[in-house]
């Protein structure tokens, strides 16, 4: 059994319920709970903003982090940006804490907290490397985004932006047009399956209307030429703690466990104007999928979909290219069997 | 004038404007003047708003605690300290006070060497001593680099500038509250100065190891980084009726107006406002026009209006917050209250990154919540200022030649695009040699031919143009076929008229600008005080510098008697007050603008005349804008100001101290804090004015 690739087992698991369950309607929906396609779940979690007066954004990406954690993503698989040191800021009277809510019931800043990247190293050069890959040989692992074409990437990015632009810092930029390309690359280079781009920046909608590259799944807590707010003053820290948007995804995903059958297509309704006076929007066109039918730990959890078979089931000549089932609509759906597949040059040759 | 433009498609404009110049020139003053009061009509000026987001203003709630024994302990101790002597303020116990808080405590001492000679026995006497305390709030978590001031003046119970006390036990009961809080990144300065402004002008110099020439300060014992602000507190024990917000500081210069709305929006949030909400009513305005105006007279003054005032000459922004007295009224503010508007405007200022750049240094304030910005009140200011400037040129020529319009609409702008950037010329003292230089120019120009037509060269000559256009003006009265070289003997003859007029009012006015320092070296006599000499002897200066027209006149040999052109002297009479208004516009705005309101229309209606009457009605209107003319009805103004209460009684006595005060003032503040007010009136609105002077006493 240990010799047999993990990947066939899910297969077979998959395989299994389908014999059980399927019969015309529900099984095409059941199928779309377990076609993902995933393996593994990585999370960019990226705050530009420095400053004391920026508590909130250090709050933000923090939380999230909490979040994405508590639904089952190892730090290991998490890369956390936080550009300022908030918990150590002298301004700071509550030393050594940050929090996102008035009442300071939550420290997101706990003894269980592996920033990534701190303070200065928070740079568009930094950011871009990590997402690409293309990182110094001396890059320890742990600050690396090591996923593969397999993988679900959750990318979170707060901070203070433009049209068409998002701050870090107080120095530099990322722009649209240079994230789009960026994903491009993360794409052609087989870095994702899915990704999850979520932003909390003023006009934040700008910094998805570039994006060009297949599977991606974007939300932003505005739109072009409005802002977006700040949720609600600590008096006691006397700072913004949280941003609206973030304040109302964060309450929607408490409510969720790594076990939950909520799905994407709820998480983007989050934050209805009312709430969040900034318009909440949404780019769906270049995920392949229902996001009504894909489940919000595909993204936020890293979840197994493990169903127990008792019955004892034998394994013969089992290979990939039999199990279609596990493959993508992108991956080998209709493909030859016996096609090599092959990494994308990193450096396209000139024509 | 660009290159393209045909200056004779204006030619109608230039027509049309000499044919309304009088009336266009009223027009312009009273228009320009008319918009700069209403500036102060709501709807004309800009709510207040906050720039910096670093200031987070009021976010933070109060940490002092309720009913704040330790204050009230503060305070009433405080209190039994100064009834032990009326005379002293007890700085010991103060020391000690600071020092049981555990903060770095030291004392600094200074002397003032009082710049005017006090007394014939002993030039010990001339030497006062001072000490300032001052304490360091350490930040815990911080390194130093940054600090803030907090301030009040000690000031015995006898002292006739209202007590401090409230203050100082405030800053006792805060150091007390602050130093328990790990929050803060910036350095606490509490500092306690002896002599108002003199100590804290010793301290900053100590601090900033500059020197100045009458206050000699000890090396400071102890040190933070750069101040970044300062609260001044002038605020007495009991009944406090409203706070008074003082900005003005060292001539004129204002504190950021962010650092102004903190705090107002501080007071606020603790209910401590002076200010009602003005509405857009015609009561509303008038008690608008009346705060900017009141602002505008003590910014005028260019003496500082607190302690404050001296942290500006570091760019150290800071204001007083001087808590009123008045023994009517039922409502008063408890020292608990205002400790926490004191102590949220230090929370905020704790959360400033840099210094405050953001919002603006040139305003006005008609009320708390609105303000007039530098780009609202400069172009009435201009309008005001280029009435007299550009129209008074055409008005100089009774008929006009073709090419001679020509000239005169390339002198108006010329003129214009003067005073739009008076910054470059600094009007100090520089008068005589520039006036050399364009003679020299002159010279050259007038003897190549005829330039003007010369549109090319025309930027390089402009200074020559104006000087020249006037003369041409007077020769063209009689023959304007006059070949080139009589024409340059003519306009020679008429500079040179002018020339001595123009160098003895500077020098007139140098005089003047000395004449103090001189008087103060005579021994005065047991009987006349200091006061008295430099009072009647600027006086005497004054009375003398009158006659010198006169004196002109008789010098001159009959023979080749010089008959003056009046219009020439009025032409760069007009100038030099143009260009001396707009440059202190720009540092002062209040200054340029009373010197304008009031001296701008005698100087505009100024002529030559054989009427008597005439003559002499003008020479009383000159009197009156004259500068003692319009330190007597500051003076009048100030004395008005204090008797508000016991009805319009005015008694001419009380004014004439005050003008003695007033004088005085401005001679020990040009001395002790470089206060340049007194400079430009002796060096720039004196000369000019007396160019004025002369001109009634043409003869033509």
Same mark, same amino acid.
């Given at each position: ?214 599977? +991606? ?42 076990? *939950? ?57 089992? *290979?990939?290219?039999? &199990? ?28 | ?237 009991? !009944? ?87 023994? !009517? ?142 003369? &041409? ?31 003895? *009012? ?88 009373? +010197? ?27 009197? +009156? ?31 004439? &101290? ?43």
């Amino acid at each position: 059994m240990a010799a047999v690739p993990k990947g066939s087992v899910v297969a077979i698991c998959v395989l299994a319920l389908f014999s059980t369950f399927a019969n015309g309607d529900h099984e095409e929906q059941v199928q779309e709970f377990f076609k993902s396609g995933h393996t593994n779940n990585w999370a960019v979690l990226v705050d530009t903003s420095r400053f004391w007066f920026n508590y909130r954004h250090v709050a933000n990406v923090l939380s999230v982090y909490r979040s994405v954690k508590r639904l089952g993503i190892p730090d290991s698989h998490i890369i956390l940006m936080v550009a300022d040191d908030m918990a150590c800021n002298p301004r700071n009277p509550r030393p050594a804490t940050v929090f996102n809510n008035a009442n300071q019931n939550i420290n997101v800043y706990g003894d269980d907290v592996e920033v990534d990247y701190r303070g200065y190293e928070v740079t568009v050069e930094n950011f871009i490397r990590v997402l690409t890959g293309r990182l110094p040989p001396s890059t320890p692992r742990s600050k690396r985004l090591l996923s593969d074409e397999r993988s679900n990437v959750l990318v979170y990015m707060t901070g203070h932006g433009g049209d068409g632009f998002l701050k870090f810092q107080d120095a530099e930029e990322v722009s649209n047009v240079e994230l789009a390309d960026a994903f491009e690359q993360m794409w052609q280079k087989r870095r994702y399956h899915e990704l999850f781009f979520m932003i909390d920046t003023c006009q934040a909608e700008s910094m998805f209307q570039k994006f060009y590259s297949p599977n +991606i799944l974007a939300v932003a807590s505005s739109r072009v030429g409005e802002d977006s707010l700040s949720h609600h003053v600590d008096p006691a820290l006397g700072v913004y703690v949280i941003d609206r948007y973030t304040y109302h995804a964060l309450d929607f995903l408490e409510g969720v466990q790594p076990g *939950s059958k909520k799905t994407m297509g709820q998480f983007l309704k989050v934050c209805p104007r009312h709430q969040c006076i900034s318009t909440v929007s949404v780019r769906k066109d270049l995920f392949q999928r229902d996001p009504d039918k894909v489940l919000l730990t595909d993204f936020f959890g890293s979840v197994r979909n493990v169903e127990l078979v008792h019955d004892t089931i034998h394994l013969q000549n089992v *290979s990939l290219e039999t &199990d279609e089932a596990t493959c993508s609509k992108d991956g080998c759906e209709g493909s030859s069997t016996g096609e090599q597949l092959a990494y994308a040059e990193q450096f396209p040759k000139p024509l | 004038m660009g290159l393209l433009t045909d200056p004779k498609q204006r030619q109608w404009l230039v027509r049309s404007i000499l044919r309304y110049q009088s009336k266009l020139s009223v027009l312009l003053y009273v228009g320009g003047l008319l918009w700069f009061l209403a500036l102060a009509y709501r709807p004309l000026n800009a709510g207040t708003y906050f720039s910096e987001n670093a200031l987070l203003p009021g976010l933070v709630e109060s940490n002092l605690p309720q009913g704040f024994s330790s204050l009230q302990s503060f305070a009433s101790s405080l209190k039994e300290e100064m009834k032990k002597d009326k005379e002293r303020v007890p700085k010991d116990w103060i020391f000690q006070q600071f020092q049981d808080l555990g903060l770095d405590t030291y004392r600094q001492n200074f002397t003032l060497k009082y710049p005017f000679r006090m007394s014939t026995y002993a030039k010990e006497l001339q030497l006062f001593r001072g000490e300032n305390i001052y304490a360091i709030l350490r930040a815990r978590r911080a390194a130093s680099t940054e600090a803030l001031v907090m301030a009040a003046p000690l000031r015995s119970a006898s002292n006739s500038k209202g007590r401090t006390d409230g203050g100082i036990a405030l800053m006792l009961g805060l150091a007390d509250q602050f130093r328990r809080n790990p929050y803060w990144a910036k350095d606490v300065i509490f500092l306690l100065s002896e002599m108002d402004e003199v100590g804290v002008l010793a301290w900053l110099d100590a601090y900033h190891e500059s020197k100045s020439p009458y206050v000699f300060a000890d090396d400071l014992p102890g040190r933070s980084g750069p101040i970044q602000a300062a609260i001044n507190l002038e605020i007495p024990q009991d !009944k406090v009726r409203y706070l008074n917000l003082k900005v003005e500081g060292l001539n004129g210069q204002l504190p950021n107006l962010d650092l102004f709305n903190l705090a107002v929006r501080l007071g606020r949030r603790e209910h401590v406002h002076g200010d009602h909400h003005d509405p857009e009513t015609w009561e509303g305005f008038q008690h608008m026009l009346g705060t900017m105006l009141n602002m505008m007279w003590t910014q005028a003054s260019g003496a500082p209006s607190g302690s404050h005032g001296l942290f500006h000459r570091y760019h150290i922004e800071a204001l007083t917050l001087e808590g009123v007295r008045l023994s !009517k009224g039922m409502r008063a503010y408890s020292l608990e209250q205002l400790a926490r508007v004191v102590e949220g405007i230090f929370r905020s200022l704790n959360n400033l990154l840099e210094r405050f750049h953001q919002s603006f240094f040139f305003y006005l304030l008609p009320s708390t919540d609105r303000y007039v910005s530098i780009g609202l009140y400069m172009p009435p200011f201009g309008l005001m200022a280029v009435a007299a400037l550009a129209l008074w040129i055409m008005a100089t020529s009774p008929q006009e030649p073709e090419d001679e319009k020509e000239r005169e609409e390339k002198q108006l702008g010329e003129k214009e695009t003067e005073g739009g950037e008076p910054g470059k010329k600094e009007t100090k003292g520089g008068e005589l040699g520039e006036k050399e230089t364009e003679t020299k120019k002159k010279e050259d120009s007038s003897g190549s031919g005829d330039p003007h037509n010369d549109s090319h060269s025309e930027k390089k000559k402009s200074l020559a143009d104006q000087e020249n256009a006037p003369q &041409d003006l007077a020769v063209d009265d009689g023959d304007s076929d006059d070949d080139d070289g009589l024409e340059l003997g003519e306009t020679m003859r008429i500079f040179l008229s002018v020339a001595p007029v123009v160098t003895m *009012s500077f020098l007139l006015g140098l005089m003047t600008y000395t004449a103090p320092h001189l008087f103060s070296k005579f021994e005065p006599s047991r009987s006349v005080s200091v006061f008295d000499v430099v009072t009647y002897g600027m006086m005497a200066v004054f009375t003398a510098s009158l006659t010198y027209p006169y004196l002109l006149y008789r010098k001159a040999d009959p023979d080749s008697e010089i008959l003056i052109n009046w219009h020439l002297l009025k032409c760069i009479g007009l100038l030099v007050q143009g260009l001396m208004l707009f440059a202190i516009s720009l540092i002062n705005i209040s200054l340029a603008f009373f +010197i304008a309101a009031t001296s701008l229309p005698v100087m505009m209606a100024v002529y030559a005349t054989k009427s008597w009457l005439s003559k002499g009605l003008q020479l009383v209107a000159l009197l +009156i804008v004259s500068p003692l003319g319009l330190l007597v009805m500051a003076a009048c103004v100030t004395v008005i100001q204090k008797n508000t209460d016991d009805s319009w009684l005015f008694s001419p006595l009380a004014a004439m &101290d005050e003008v003695k005060n007033l004088l005085f003032l401005l001679l020990v503040d040009q001395h002790l804090f470089a206060s340049w007010t007194f400079l430009v009136v002796s060096l720039a609105y004196f000369p000019a004015w007396l160019l004025f002077w002369a001109i009634p006493f043409c003869q033509f």
